[in-house]
């Protein structure tokens, strides 16, 4: 099984990531995607870049030989309402953006409040991942969570790096097996991701790849079989739409 595009990694700008966009776009192409994305921490999590470096991606050429490049944002939510910790100036500026909660940044509440901060983040219009809800720290319905993903037309993240036995995240394999069953029953996609913090990750899936075999889940819903997936994830900037042309 090919994935296309890795939309879900991190520069040396995150702080606790080690390797340079350079050393990233290269290990992509190398890796043979056809599309890489990088999306660094924003601003809530320590030691990740400040707003001005979003705001910047301008200078960020787009292509590297025939691959897209395309610069996103790993947000923060920071409540039980889903607001993220990025303003409008950031939206206008990245590809995507993937909203996930992490302990630095949000306390695990109840079921109830952790519903409520996906679903609330899912309702803002410009986030259309949501970042490894598979932490067993906080707590999910997720039949309720592949339910609401459906309707606001939002994929759900199955993180390889969730899945590495040295993972920080808590219950990551049972999680995402209740995961994958929900998206399957209410026809909700998956991004896989590989949260890479160093280029040799970009583009290794190979627990996703398993686990997906093991349930046999669709592959008209995973977003990485195809360039027209990354559709249903990107933001309608100026540079999405020029690379969409060619």
């Known amino acids: 099984m090919d994935f296309l595009f890795d939309l879900h990694t991190h520069t040396i700008a995150s702080e606790h990531a080690y390797s340079t966009l350079k050393e990233n776009i290269e290990e992509a192409y190398q890796k043979g995607l056809k599309a890489y994305g990088f999306s660094d921490h924003a601003p809530n999590v320590k030691g990740a870049p400040t707003e001005l470096y979003f705001i910047n991606f301008k200078v960020i050429p787009r292509k590297y030989k025939d691959m897209r490049v395309y610069a996103g944002v790993e947000a923060n939510i920071i409540d039980y309402e889903g607001n993220i910790d990025i303003g409008g100036k950031v939206y206008e500026r990245v590809d995507y953006i993937i909203a996930s909660m992490h302990t630095m940044c949000i ?14 983040a899912m309702s803002n219009e410009y986030i259309k991942v949501i970042g490894h809800p598979d932490d067993g720290r906080y707590k999910l319905d997720y039949d309720e969570l592949a339910k609401q993903a459906a309707k606001h037309k939002v994929a759900l993240e199955l993180n390889n790096s969730s899945l590495h036995p040295d993972s920080a995240r808590q219950g990551g394999r049972e999680n995402i097996l209740k995961l994958l069953n929900a998206c399957k029953k ?8 590989t949260d890479a913090h160093i280029c040799y990750d970009i583009g290794v899936f190979d627990y996703a790849k398993e686990i997906i075999k093991e349930t046999d889940f669709p592959k008209e819903l995973i977003l990485n079989k195809s360039l027209d997936g990354l559709n249903y ?7 999405t739409s020029a690379l969409f042309a060619k």
């Open 233 to 239: 994830v990107l933001n309608d900037t100026k540079y």
């Open 186 to 193: 209410h026809g909700a996609y998956i991004l896989c991701g």
């Open 107 to 120: 306390k695990p509440g109840s079921l109830d409040e952790n519903m409520r901060g996906y679903i609330g």
